[in-house]
């Protein structure tokens, strides 16, 4: 079993109001990743880190932001949450072993919900 | 046209049977091809990578095909277990490159 963990796993929030999905992991992957994916839809690359102090915009556009601080930590924040935020977000990381860097191994997710 | 597009599904199978997916890409730059599983409201988990020569672990089977930007996953011998949501999935841009995935094909395996 991959060691990356999110929380919260499910959040109701009202619209306006600043929110922070954690995500850590244990496997010291320096490639982290955020995803976002809608019921029935692919998931969409957010945000990606190769690093720490790295951070880099994924291929849809987010009003979210991302830090990485430190190696295992990569958080992402909504200023500003609205109802066109409400969807699933992923985190993922991948390593650099020749065998595994290509496999990203997935958090079980924030369900996210805005009123 | 999305980047990598899949059979829409959903397949609904007995028990036993053979069922096949398919998955074409538009980047002829992709580099590497996967399969992930993604169970009903879960994460993706990796099922298999795909090999230009074609692999196979299982009862599962994987093809690539470059010339036509295919890739094909057979499942034999189908179990209930492998009701879920298969999600093709393509990287460019060598060892940093990203992974572009599909929307998925559906299979529900029925006793």
């Known amino acids: 079993e991959a060691d990356i963990y999110q929380t919260p796993r499910y959040l109701v929030i009202g619209t306006g109001k600043k929110i922070t999905l954690e995500c850590s992991q244990t496997?010291?992957?320096?490639?982290m990743y955020w995803y976002q994916q809608d019921p029935g839809m692919e998931l969409h690359l957010i945000h990606y880190?190769?690093?720490?102090?790295?951070?880099e915009k994924g291929d849809l556009s987010s009003e979210s932001t991302v830090s990485r601080i430190r190696t295992e930590h990569f958080p992402l924040t909504l200023e500003s949450a609205r109802p066109s935020h409400t969807s699933q977000y992923l985190c993922?990381?991948?390593?650099?072993?020749?065998?595994?860097?290509?496999?990203?191994?997935f958090g079980p997710g924030t369900r996210l919900t805005v009123l | 046209r999305k980047e990598v597009e899949q059979d829409p599904g959903p397949f609904n199978v007995p028990e036993g049977a053979t069922v096949a997916f398919n998955c074409t890409y538009s980047?002829?730059?992709?580099?590497?091809f996967f399969w992930y599983r993604q169970d009903c409201r879960k994460e993706p988990k990796l099922l298999m990578s795909?090999?230009?020569s074609g692999n196979e672990d299982g009862r599962f089977t994987a093809q690539l095909n470059r010339a036509s930007q295919y890739i094909s996953l057979l499942i034999r011998d189908s179990k209930l277990s492998d009701s879920a949501t298969y999600l093709c999935?393509?990287?460019?841009?060598?060892?940093?490159?990203?992974?572009?995935f599909g929307k998925g094909t559906k299979l529900s395996v029925k006793p």
């Open positions: 999935v393509v990287k460019y841009g060598g060892s940093q490159g990203n992974l572009i």
């Open positions: 993922a990381s991948s390593g650099k072993e020749i065998y595994t860097y290509n496999e990203q191994f």
């Open positions: 880190s190769y690093g720490v102090n790295s951070t």
């Open positions: 980047n002829s730059a992709s580099q590497s």
């Open positions: 795909v090999y230009s």
């Open positions: 496997m010291g992957h320096d490639k």
